[in-house]
């Protein structure tokens, strides 16, 4: 599976949009971007997932770049609620094993 | 709601003694998975079974970890003669197979600490 690079910490003001970059330069082909968050003292949080294209569900929007190298987490409407760890994950479709979780973003949203 | 429930949610034990989670699954999950984290770090894998076949194993799982699925429904991790490295959070995962591949629900995890 590719490796991911994220920032380790991002502010955001309640209310406003919150963008979680993530860098995975040497992804290949048949490799999907999935995001999880975790919470203080939860189990990990499944968010969204892409190929290609820009995806939206009702936690989140995904934007993969064109050539696939990075791509963006939005939170349209961030509230305190949302305060977790944000980890990027790069693995095979379909793949039938484990996660490889690095140390994720983390995101505070402040009043 | 019937999520993946975790049980004991906290354990503190005296090392080289033994101890055993349980990890129920969403019922009709087949995929269960068993991950650690320790404080800062991202989970890191230990093994998965599908329905009750142990299908990987992390070198991390070293011989004083051992993980069940019986009947393909519960789980449990056992771990021997405790030593204070092992002193984390054990959480558990399941999936629904090929259907819901992408997805791995997790549950609250079993804060396990040595003393």
């Known amino acids: 599976d590719a490796k991911t690079t994220q920032p380790t910490s991002m502010d955001c003001a309640e209310g406003r949009a919150a963008n979680l970059p993530c860098n995975h330069s040497t992804i290949s082909g048949n490799e999907y971007v999935y995001w999880y968050r975790q919470i203080h003292s939860q189990g990990p949080q499944y968010i969204i997932h892409g190929l290609k294209n820009n995806e939206t569900n009702e936690m989140a929007s995904l934007i993969i770049t064109e050539d696939r190298k990075s791509s963006t987490l939005i939170l349209p409407h961030a509230t305190l609620r949302d305060t977790a760890v944000y980890y990027c994950?790069?693995?095979?479709?379909?793949?039938?094993?484990?996660?490889?979780f690095g140390k994720g973003t983390k995101l505070s949203v402040k009043p | 709601d019937t999520g993946v429930s975790q049980d004991p949610r906290h354990k503190i034990t005296k090392r080289g003694q033994n101890v055993t989670f349980r990890c129920d699954p969403i019922s009709e999950h087949n995929r269960l998975y068993w991950y650690r984290q320790t404080l800062g770090q991202g989970p890191e894998f230990l093994t998965y079974f599908q329905n009750e076949a142990q299908l990987e194993k992390s070198r991390l799982l070293s011989d004083r970890f051992s993980a069940e699925r019986p009947k393909g429904s519960f789980s449990t991790l056992e771990i021997q003669r405790t030593e204070q490295g092992d002193s984390a959070m054990y959480l558990c995962?399941?999936?629904?197979?090929?259907?819901?591949?992408?997805?791995?629900?997790f549950g609250p995890g079993t804060r396990l600490t040595v003393t």
């Open positions: 995962a399941s999936s629904a197979g090929l259907a819901g591949i992408y997805e791995q629900y």
């Open positions: 994950i790069v693995r095979v479709g379909r793949s039938q094993g484990n996660l490889i």
